[in-house]
């Protein structure tokens, strides 16, 4: 399994940015893709997911009302905007795959079997 992130850089505060990131050998049928990020200093921490059958969403309480997360079915890409950005959001934001994982789980860093590089998102005036 391969995920490839891309769309970080360096944003002014209230703005927005999408992170894009495209998920390749992924053979099950039951999985979430999701977001963690990394600021220094800091723990690794859940952004949001998506689960898949069904496309449910998962947000973590700093995300909710300001990111959106979706998925392009055809590329198995999946997709992260985030809107209204400020400086505790920055980070290393990297995307993550797991498979056969249960609901309770989605947030639960230690469910994600495989990672992608992070990518930099620095929220700043």
């Known amino acids: 399994v391969q995920l490839q992130a891309s769309g970080g850089g360096l944003v002014q505060p209230g703005n927005s940015l999408r992170l894009s990131c495209e998920a390749s050998?992924?053979?099950?049928?039951?999985?979430?893709l999701g977001w963690f990020r990394q600021a220094p200093g800091k723990e690794r921490e859940f952004v949001a997911a998506i689960r898949w059958p069904g496309g449910a969403t998962y947000f973590a309480d700093s995300a909710k009302g300001r990111f959106a997360i979706s998925r392009t079915n055809a590329k198995n890409i999946v997709n992260l905007q985030m809107n209204g950005l400020n400086s505790e959001d920055t980070a290393v934001y990297f995307c993550a795959a797991a498979p056969r994982v249960i609901v309770s789980q989605i947030r639960n860093i230690n469910a994600y079997s495989y990672w992608g590089q992070g990518t930099q998102v620095t929220v700043s005036s």
């Open positions: 050998g992924l053979s099950v049928s039951n999985y979430a």
